[in-house]
């Protein structure tokens, strides 16, 4: 018979004695079945152990740092003619490049830009004649060309590899591939400025003191290096700084118009 049917007035001592042992088990087992008030994590199991953080996997979360400031890099010149060409450290990043006598001379950056979006900044100065500096341009070449000393920007066959876009006695135009396209403004002397190559969408494009210009160079597919165009005695151009942005600065203005690399 079970001992929960038992009457407790015809028990024998030891019955009685085994009676109370049985109600004390079940009363403990019930406790350890009920979840605690205090603690609602414990286990409605008694084989189970309690949960705790102990027990539970560690959750780890990992960060990519994202360098969202733009970085400089050394600013490095291909010299092939010095006895035209006097190249000028300013303050140890910057550097000038100096005419010495009157003719063409296309200057090229070591640097190869072939990834990410790069920036170069530069002034075209002069001695006296400010006329001098309407001659110069600024632009890119083909990486695979090896610039003569005497090359011109806008004569062949360097003009097939190379786009420049041009200061006032060039009426602004954007040169390739003997070819000028018009709409930009005409730079001189003592402005700022800026080159912004994006080698993921292919395109080159020029700021004058931060003002961006329309036309623009588009389908470049392939390394590149920046380059300066000078012509005359008395020029020069200070190159600023070369940097690689986090992030492109230029926008679709509605007066956009590409030259096709």
């Known amino acids: 018979m079970p001992m929960s049917h038992l009457n407790e007035s015809s028990m024998t001592t030891g019955q009685l004695e085994a009676l109370q042992i049985y109600h004390k088990s079940n009363t403990i087992t019930s406790q350890n079945l ?118 011109a920007h806008c004569l062949q066959p360097h003009t097939a590899h190379m786009a420049a876009f041009t200061g006032l006695s060039y009426s602004g135009g954007v040169n390739h591939k003997e070819q000028d396209i018009y709409g930009n403004a005409s730079f001189k002397e003592n402005q700022s400025l800026r080159l912004e190559f994006d080698s993921d969408k292919g395109t080159l494009v020029l700021f004058i003191d931060e003002v961006q210009q329309p036309v623009y160079v588009s389908g470049i597919k392939e390394k590149v290096r920046f380059i300066i165009c000078m012509h005359y005695v008395g020029s020069s151009c200070l190159i600023r700084s070369l940097k690689k942005l986090p992030e492109s600065t230029y926008a679709n203005i509605d007066s956009r118009k590409a030259v096709d690399w």
């Open 34 to 151: 009920s979840p605690s008030k205090n603690d609602p994590q414990k286990s409605f199991f008694m084989n189970d152990p309690p949960r705790s953080d102990n027990n539970q996997p560690e959750r780890t979360r990992s960060f990519s740092l994202v360098n969202r400031s733009a970085i400089s890099y050394p600013i490095s010149i291909i010299n092939k003619k010095h006895e035209d060409i006097d190249l000028v450290d300013i303050d140890g990043y910057q550097k000038k490049i100096v005419k010495l006598s009157d003719d063409y001379n296309t200057i090229s950056l070591t640097q190869v830009l072939d990834q990410g979006i790069w920036s170069l900044e530069s002034i075209f100065q002069t001695i006296e004649d400010e006329t001098t500096v309407h001659f110069s341009a600024i632009g890119i070449v083909q990486d695979s060309y090896d610039i003569p000393s005497d090359a």
